[in-house]
Structure formats: C-alpha cells, structure tokens
C-alpha cells in the first residue's frame, strides 16, 4: 500500500515506525524484513516445480503456434 508521507505507523507491540519520505510502501503481507515498510519480499516464490526447461518463460500455456494463451 503506497502512502503519501511524512507517516508515522503505530505497530502491535506500541512503538512508532517514522518515514520522511514523500512516499512510502506500507507492507500488509508482514514478510518484509524491513516491516512496516515493504521490501518486496512478498515477490519472491519456491518454484513448485525444479523442471523450468518445459515451462514457457511468462508461465502461461502456449498456444498452437507458440503463442500465449
């Protein structure tokens, strides 16, 4: 969630995270190492799979002539 700063964010336990900056990504997954503010990580994935050489590189199906769907 993107804010417009100056933001101050109460957390759980009381205390007060403070941003300066203009704007400022508020992470709502809690993953981030750097919570409250969002680092991405909520980005990063396992692959479920370890064979990616048969898999199309966006991840969708292709189509008939190897086109995405």
Avoid: I, Q
């Avoid at 919570?35 to 064979?51: K, M, Q």
């Amino acid at each position: 969630m993107l804010v417009e700063g100056p933001v101050e964010v109460v957390l759980d336990d009381g205390s007060v995270a403070r941003s300066d900056r203009f704007t400022v990504a508020v992470c709502t997954c809690r993953r981030s190492r750097t919570y409250p503010w969002c680092d991405t990580s909520h980005r990063r994935r396992v692959a479920a799979d370890t064979d990616t050489d048969t898999a199309p590189a966006s991840g969708r199906a292709a189509g008939p002539e190897g086109e995405s769907a």
